[in-house]
Nanobody
């Protein structure tokens, strides 16, 4: 059974940091393009960051320079380190996996709707 479980959400003040983890099982984690996404009430789910199977990261402009995505292929865990958090980062954060091989550039450009497996999300609230 494929499972993705997000951990590490919480409430912080603006300027603080938080690290999210996505614990996975049931698929070949090391072979997959992985991503972090977020969704606020009334808004569409949006991409935050993606990382290819060869560990090449890509970021949306809104988080570039503040967030770091990484993966531990041995432990099958995806991470998102979030620094200098802003109130605009408040959202429910999801991790997701894409089935099949994608090049570094292919993974970087993969749209939200093309990811196959999703976790249930973890809430991040940033107070200003």
């Amino acid at each position: 059974v494929v499972e993705l479980v997000e951990l590490g959400g919480g409430s912080v003040q603006a300027g603080e940091s938080l690290t999210l983890s996505c614990v996975t099982r049931g698929f070949d984690f090391y072979n997959n393009c992985m991503g972090w996404f977020r969704q606020s009430p009334g808004k569409k789910r949006e991409a935050v960051a993606r990382i290819s199977e060869s560990r090449v990261p890509s970021y949306e402009d809104s988080v570039d320079g503040r967030f770091v995505i990484s993966r531990d292929n041995e432990k099958k865990i995806l991470y998102l380190q979030m620094n200098n958090l802003k109130s605009g980062d408040t959202a429910k954060y999801f991790c997701a996996a894409k089935v099949g091989y994608y090049s570094d550039s292919g993974c970087a450009g993969l749209k939200v709707e093309y990811f196959d497996w999703w976790g249930r999300g973890t809430q991040v609230t940033v107070s200003s």
